[in-house]
């Protein structure tokens, strides 16, 4: 079974420019969640989805970061303009079903986003 | 709001020997799950154990337990004849049984704990 795809693995670039990440999750599951890591903490969940709607995006800065999930699949998470402080890792996760709370969240490798 | 307190930035055991963990966490909910992940340098977060907080037997998966207080609010990790592969960035992580509106199924992380295993 393939895991969760994510894609750049890195990514650069200066402040104020635009930035996008794409993470496809593990087919079959219905529940998708974008993660901020900043150097030195623990993953802060920014968005969650529920197929192609949004159930959670409460601490997702609304006025820079946006994120879809269009036919309920991939994801895409953008950052316009980006800021000093965002530099960090950005993880993707899926699970099965977002209200059987014990099933397993897993995980993709992260885009570790560098913004100078 | 729930909150996750992991007090040992870094940790360090020998081959073969046994390592402990610490995790304490903050709730006024009496059902949820608790969670140990592990991330190495590849930053892949890959799940080592789970804890439901109504069972009272802590969990177990080989070579990793845990030590599960639930008065206390202390879910510590346990690492038995430590490897080379067991160095890495561990997490422990909170999850509502229930939830609220969209906090059902969100993860509430740690600061992590560095590990390091030398040969």
């Known amino acids: 079974e393939a895991g969760v795809a994510q894609s750049p693995r890195y990514k650069i670039i200066e402040k104020r420019q635009s930035v996008a990440f794409w993470c496809n999750p593990i087919?079959?599951?219905?529940?998708l969640y974008w993660y901020q890591q900043i150097l030195g903490q623990g993953p802060k969940l920014l968005i969650q989805?529920?197929?192609?709607?949004?159930?959670?995006d409460s601490q997702l800065p609304k006025d820079r970061f946006s994120a879809e999930r269009l036919k309920g699949v991939d994801s895409t998470l953008k950052i316009q303009p980006a800021k000093l402080e965002d530099s960090a890792v950005y993880l993707c996760?899926?699970?099965?079903?977002?209200?059987?709370?014990?099933?397993?969240?897993?995980f993709g490798p992260g885009t570790r986003l560098t913004v100078l | 709001a729930q909150t996750v307190t992991q007090s040992q930035p870094e940790m360090s055991v020998q081959e073969a020997e046994t390592v402990t963990l610490s995790c304490t966490y903050d709730?006024?909910?009496?059902?949820?799950?608790l969670f140990w992940y592990k991330q190495p340098p590849s930053r892949q977060m890959i799940l080592v154990i789970r804890?439901?907080?109504?069972?009272?037997q802590n969990a177990t998966e080989n070579r990793f337990s845990v030590n599960f207080q639930k008065a206390a609010k202390s879910f510590s990790l346990k690492i038995s004849d430590s490897q080379l592969g067991d160095a890495a960035m561990y997490f422990c992580?909170?999850?509502?049984?229930f939830g609220y509106g969209g906090s059902q199924g969100n993860l509430i992380f740690g600061k992590g704990t560095k590990l390091s295993v030398k040969p």
């Open positions: 996760a899926s699970s099965l079903r977002r209200d059987l709370t014990h099933h397993e969240q897993f």
């Open positions: 087919s079959g599951h219905a529940t």
């Open positions: 989805f529920q197929n192609n709607g949004v159930v959670d």
């Open positions: 709730t006024s909910e009496s059902d949820y799950y």
């Open positions: 804890q439901e907080a109504y069972k009272q």
């Open positions: 992580a909170y999850r509502s049984a």
